[in-house]
C-alpha cells in the first residue's frame, strides 16, 4: 500500500514543479519587460522617427507630383484654348464690316448654327484625308453640306451619310481640287489637295505671297481654308508653287460642325 501511495503521488508533484517553472519565467518576464522596456523605447524612438519622416517624404512627394500632372493639364488645356482662339481670330473676315455690308445689299446673311459633331476617326486612322463623324441622316445632316471647326474654317463637304453617322472629305484630300483665293493679293487660284492636311497652289511668278499668308475659299463668305507653309520657285519658271497647310492638325481634331 505504500508503495501505491508514492507512485500516485509523483505524477501530482511533476505537474506542481511544472506550475511553478512556468510562473517564475512568466515573472521574470514581465520583470524584464518591465524594466527593459524604457530603454527598448528609448532605443526604438530614432528608428520611429525615420519611419515616419520616410513616410511623410514620400507622401509629400506624392503630393508635390500629382500637382505637378496638374499643372501639365491645366498647361496643356490652357495652349489648346489659346491656340483655338487664336484659329477663331485668324478665320475672321479681314474686312467683317464690309462683308456683313454686302451680303445684305445681296439679300443673305452670315450662317450661324449647324449641326455639332464628334470626329469618331480621323487620319492616320482613315486613308485620303477622311473623317467620321456621328452625325447623320437621322440628326438631319444632307450630302454635300460643308464640315467647319468650330472656330471657323472650312474643312471638307459630306461625301456618304448613313443613319447616325457620315463621311466627310476633307478638301486637303489627294487630287480634291477648290477654288480659292490669296488673300494678300485677292488672285484667283485652284488649290489642290496633296494629303495629310496639305494643299498646293500654282501661281503667276509674279503673284505676292508670303508664309502665314491665309488662303480663303472663294465664296462670298471667304472662309479660311489654309495658311502658306512655304513657296518654291525656280530662277528660270514663270510660275511659282506655293504650299499651304490646314490651319488645324487633323490627326487632333476632335469636334466640327455642319452647316447645308
Keep these: 500500500m505504500k508503495m501505491n501511495y508514492l507512485q500516485k503521488s509523483r505524477p501530482k508533484r511533476g505537474r506542481r514543479k511544472l506550475a511553478l517553472f512556468l510562473l517564475g519565467v512568466f515573472f521574470f518576464g514581465f520583470t ?103 452625325a447623320g441622316r437621322d440628326d438631319g445632316v444632307l450630302a454635300d453640306s460643308q464640315v467647319f471647326l468650330p472656330e471657323g474654317p472650312v474643312l471638307g463637304t459630306i461625301s456618304e451619310i448613313f443613319p447616325s453617322s457620315a463621311k466627310v472629305k476633307l478638301f486637303s484630300s489627294a487630287g480634291e481640287k477648290t477654288a480659292a483665293i490669296l488673300e494678300r493679293s485677292g488672285l484667283s487660284t485652284i488649290l489642290e489637295g496633296e494629303g495629310g492636311g496639305n494643299f498646293r497652289a500654282v501661281v503667276p511668278r509674279e503673284t505676292p505671297a508670303e508664309k502665314g499668308d491665309r488662303i480663303l475659299s472663294a465664296d462670298i463668305f471667304s472662309r479660311l481654308l489654309a495658311v502658306v507653309e512655304d513657296i518654291k520657285i525656280e530662277p528660270t519658271d514663270s510660275f511659282k508653287e506655293i504650299f499651304a497647310r490646314s490651319p488645324r492638325n487633323l490627326f487632333n481634331i476632335r469636334f466640327v460642325v455642319v452647316r447645308p
Design 32 to 134: 524584464v519587460f518591465y524594466f527593459l522596456s524604457g530603454l527598448i523605447i528609448s532605443a526604438a524612438i530614432p528608428f520611429w522617427n525615420a519611419e515616419n519622416q520616410l513616410v511623410k517624404t514620400l507622401s509629400d512627394w506624392k503630393e508635390i507630383w500629382r500637382g505637378r500632372l496638374a499643372l501639365v493639364s491645366e498647361n496643356i488645356q490652357l495652349k489648346e484654348k489659346i491656340s483655338s482662339l487664336e484659329l477663331e481670330l485668324s478665320a475672321r473676315p479681314a474686312a467683317i464690316d464690309g462683308n456683313d455690308t454686302l451680303l445684305s445689299l445681296l439679300g443673305r446673311k452670315a450662317e450661324d448654327g449647324g449641326i455639332a459633331a464628334t470626329v469618331l476617326v480621323r487620319p492616320p486612322q482613315t486613308p485620303y484625308d477622311i473623317i467620321i463623324i456621328d
